[in-house]
C-alpha cells in the first residue's frame, strides 16, 4: 500500500524557516517525480514544487522560488520542502504528492502556521 | 501562468440528479487536465486523469470529457457520499494550476 507521511509542520514566526518531511513507502520511490501541493485554511489547492526522479530538475511556482527548497533523499525514501523567510500568506496544510501530472497518492497533509 | 476556472463555485442538488460542472482553461491544454474530489478535513483524491480517463476504482458514475480549453466533469446520479469540493488541475505547462473549487452540496 503506497503511504505519504508529511511531517514538521508547525508554528513559526514571520522570516522564520521550517523543513518539512515527507516519508513515502509502499512503491519505488526513486522511480517517482514527486510534488509539494498546499491549501490555505478555507481555500482552493496550490501547487508549490515539484522534482524529478534523480533530483536534477526541480519546479517552483513563481511566489516560492528563492524561498523554499524541494529536495529528497532516494536512499531515506524521503521527500523535503525547506521553507525560509516565511511570510504569513505561507500558512496552509502542505501536501506531498506523487508524480508529474496526475497526483495519484497524496499524504495527509501537515499544517503550517505562519504568526506572530 | 495557465488560469483555470470553474462553474458554477457552488452547487446543491438531489441524490439521483445528474450534476456537471465546467473548467477552462486560459490557453490550449490538449488533454492534459484532471479532476480531484476533496472531501472535507481529506487530501485530495485523484477520480478523472487526462480529461477523460476513470481512475480505477472510482466508480463509473464520474466521468470527463473535453480538450483543449473547455472541459466537463459530470456525476451521472449524485450520491451522498458525493458531498465535497471538486478540482480541475492542468498539467500542460509550469507550474500545474487548479481551478478555484466547486463545492457540491446535497439538498
Excluded at chain 2, 66 to 74: E, H, I, K, M, V
Excluded at chain 2, 77 to 104: I, M, N, R, W
Aim: with cysteine; proline share 5%.
Amino acid at each position: 500500500e503506497v503511504q505519504l507521511v508529511e511531517s514538521g509542520g508547525g508554528l513559526v514566526q514571520p522570516g522564520g524557516s521550517l523543513r518539512l518531511s515527507c516519508a513515502a513507502s509502499g512503491f519505488t520511490f526513486r522511480n517517482y517525480w514527486m510534488a509539494w501541493v498546499r491549501q490555505a485554511p478555507g481555500k482552493g489547492l496550490q501547487w508549490v514544487a515539484n522534482i524529478k526522479q534523480d533530483g536534477d530538475e526541480k519546479n517552483y511556482v513563481d511566489s516560492v522560488r528563492g524561498q523554499f527548497t524541494i529536495s529528497r533523499d532516494d536512499a531515506k525514501n524521503s521527500l523535503y520542502l525547506q521553507m525560509d523567510s516565511l511570510r504569513v500568506e505561507d500558512t496552509a496544510v502542505y501536501y506531498c504528492a506523487r508524480g508529474r501530472g496526475a497526483h495519484r497518492h497524496w499524504g495527509q497533509g501537515t499544517l503550517v502556521t505562519v504568526s506572530s | 501562468d495557465i488560469q483555470m476556472t470553474q462553474s458554477p463555485p457552488s452547487l446543491s442538488a438531489s441524490v439521483g440528479d445528474r450534476v456537471t460542472i465546467s473548467c477552462q482553461a486560459s490557453q490550449d491544454i490538449s488533454n492534459y487536465l484532471n479532476w480531484y474530489q476533496q472531501k472535507p478535513g481529506k487530501a485530495p483524491k485523484l477520480l478523472i486523469y487526462d480529461a477523460s480517463n476513470l481512475e480505477p476504482g472510482v466508480p463509473s458514475r464520474f466521468s470527463g470529457s473535453g480538450s483543449g480549453t473547455d472541459f466537463t466533469f459530470a456525476i451521472s446520479s449524485l450520491q451522498p457520499e458525493d458531498l465535497a469540493t471538486y478540482y480541475c488541475q492542468q498539467y500542460d505547462s509550469v507550474p500545474p494550476t487548479f481551478g478555484p473549487g466547486t463545492k457540491v452540496d446535497i439538498k
